[in-house]
């Protein structure tokens, strides 16, 4: 079983309340791939300050809301 990062986030929910962009779509808006975008929803990685920043200006949010501690 792959191990869970303890930091959670809302990016499946955001991606699907901004119009069901894909994961890809994301990927492309903020300089990384598919592939990092799902790890990051599947909480097997924990995305860099500077991703995380830039997923949250995508969706025009504070940080504290795309990704909280959960330990």
Do not use: C
Request: cysteine-free; hydrophobic content about 40%; charged content about 25%.
């Amino acid at each position: 079983m792959a191990k869970k990062f303890p930091i959670a986030n809302q990016v499946r929910a955001l991606r699907e309340h901004k119009g069901n962009i894909t994961q890809t779509e994301l990927g492309e808006a903020v300089g990384v791939t598919r592939q990092t975008i799902a790890a990051i929803e599947q909480r097997r990685y924990s995305p860099s300050l500077e991703t995380a920043f830039r997923i949250a200006l995508f969706f025009q949010v504070g940080i504290e809301d795309v990704f909280n501690w959960d330990e």
